[in-house]
């Protein structure tokens, strides 16, 4: 499966989550990138917001929520 560095569609997020960067998506985890990505506060969700946009927070935090809702 071809990979976009920047991810565009669920499939090639979730790739890139479990594949390349070897993280379960576990509910722990899933709930913890929620919480982060919806803070405004805080510093590594502005890092994001600051290097991908906020269209790709959005994108992603909606990744997360289906991943929690396919548990």
Request: glycine residues 2%; aromatic residues 12%.
């Amino acid at each position: 499966m071809k990979t976009d560095i920047i991810p565009k569609s669920y499939e090639s997020w979730r790739h890139c989550i479990t594949v390349t960067c070897q993280q379960e998506l576990n509910l722990p985890y899933i709930e913890m990138r929620i919480k982060a990505l919806n803070s405004p506060s805080d510093y590594m969700t502005q890092r994001f917001v600051k290097l991908y946009g906020e269209q790709q927070r959005v994108m992603t935090l909606g990744w997360f929520e289906k991943a929690k809702n396919a548990l």
